[in-house]
């Protein structure tokens, strides 16, 4: 069972798009105390930590992001949001979806696609 991610697509640089991460009843019945976090993986490149929050709604950003994205959790709908404002092309790649159950579990999403045209 993975995370439900989805709002990727083509984006011309200056542009803006929307991420959004569910979580299925199957993985848990739970969503507030569970840590949720965005990473991506660039073309030839290493995975990478983009922007994490906490069920404090405590929250972490990759420096190259920071004053650009936001992440954002609604826990009655057991979902975590990447709002993501004056795209980069370096922004380019496929991002993921992952959260850290209370048990110390990880679980990640399958990856939904964010292409920046220059």
């Known amino acids: 069972v993975q995370l439900q991610a989805s709002g990727g697509g083509l984006v011309q640089a200056g542009g803006s798009l929307r991420l959004s991460c569910v979580v299925p009843?199957?993985?848990?019945?739970?969503?507030?105390?569970?840590?949720m976090a965005w990473h991506r993986q660039a073309p030839g490149k290493e995975r990478e930590l983009v922007a994490g929050?906490?069920?404090?709604?405590?929250?972490v950003y990759a420096d190259s992001v920071k004053g650009r994205f936001t992440i954002s959790r609604d826990n009655s709908r057991k979902t975590v949001y990447l709002s993501m404002n004056n795209l980069e092309p370096e922004d380019t790649g496929v991002y993921y979806c992952?959260?850290?159950?209370?048990?110390?579990?990880?679980?990640w999403g399958q990856g939904t696609l964010v292409t920046v045209s220059s």
């Open positions: 929050i906490d069920s404090s709604r405590r929250t």
């Open positions: 992952y959260a850290r159950l209370p048990s110390g579990a990880e679980v």
């Open positions: 009843r199957s993985i848990t019945s739970t969503f507030s105390p569970m840590d």
